[in-house]
Nanobody, 125 residues
Framework: QVQLVESGGGLVQAGGSLRLSCAAS????????MGWFRQAPGKEREFVSV????????YYADSVKGRFTISRDNAKSTVYLQMSSLKPEDTAVYYC??????????????????WGQGTQVTVSS
């Protein structure tokens, strides 16, 4: 069992930055690929990024590539999402999730085993 708790969301102006954190409980954090998803009102949950178990490999949605950076610290059981050059269309609830799948097979919500409660990110124009 893994419990995930996100933090770091908030209100920011377009062009600004935020760093999201997701702290995991349990001693098996390093055995999971960790992903970030987001969901805007009236839209489906959307893949943002995923990082491999050891943290050496990452994958991003085209919409955030070059602006967002995912990282993890297995010693702290925490995954991060650094978001820069934020746009109003980045406004959403952001969720972290844990998957037992290989990271390149983990870009859809259905392959994730555990989810956090979400943190709101609002980007004003």
């Amino acid at each position: 069992q893994v419990q995930l708790v996100e933090s770091g969301g908030g209100l920011v102006q377009a062009g600004g930055s935020l760093r999201l954190s997701c702290a995991a409980s349990g001693r098996t954090f390093s055995t999971y690929s960790m992903g970030w998803f987001r969901q805007a009102p009236g839209k489906e949950r959307e893949f943002v990024s995923v990082i491999s178990r050891a943290g050496g490999s990452t994958y991003y949605a085209d919409s955030v590539k070059g602006r967002f950076t995912i990282s993890r610290d297995n010693a702290k059981s925490t995954v991060y999402l650094q978001m820069s050059s934020l746009k109003p269309e980045d406004t959403a609830v952001y969720y972290c999730a844990a998957s037992a799948r290989y990271y390149r097979d983990a870009s859809t919500p259905t392959v994730y085993d555990y989810w956090g409660q979400g943190t709101q990110v609002t980007v004003s124009s």
